[in-house]
């Protein structure tokens, strides 16, 4: 029996850029960028660390696919904007705090960047992968 652990490998993927992406995120609110910006240049840097990690950590994915990355960058745009979206939200109309805002949205990131790189950027044909395991 194969269990699928993508998830779980997602999950900690997510929380070693999460933890590099909200230091820079929190140093750039802390010097004065604004939450919008520095919510950006966070997610932006981190986004090509989460690629190689993701393809070949979480989902295991050995494929020369030169479309994956463009797939991988439009994927964590949609994750993106969502995550701007429920952090811009939290924070200029509930009036909760930054940080908390930020990590609210960090929620969404992930759980949208998930579905998307497993049922579109890393998705295998699973009868491609019997034909090349027999």
């Not at 802390?30 to 910006?37: D, F």
């Not at 479309?67 to 969502?82: E, H, P």
């Not at 908390?100 to 960047?113: A, K, L, R, V």
Request: aromatic share 22%.
């Amino acid at each position: 029996m194969c269990y699928d652990i993508s998830l779980l490998k997602y999950l900690c993927v997510g929380a070693i850029n999460s933890v590099f992406g909200y230091v820079i995120i929190f140093i750039l609110l802390y010097v004065g960028v604004v939450a919008e910006i520095s919510n950006f240049i966070g997610y932006f840097i981190s986004i090509f660390i989460s690629f190689y990690l993701n393809k070949y950590f979480s989902f295991n994915d050995k494929t020369k696919n030169n479309l994956q990355i463009f797939k991988f960058i439009v994927s964590m745009g949609i994750s993106y904007a969502s995550n701007l979206v429920v952090m811009s939200f939290s924070y200029r109309f509930l009036d909760i705090n930054v940080y908390i805002s930020q990590i609210f949205g960090g929620f969404i990131y992930f759980f949208i960047g998930y579905l998307l790189s497993k049922k579109w950027v890393f998705h295998s044909d699973p009868r491609k992968k019997a034909m090349l395991n027999d």
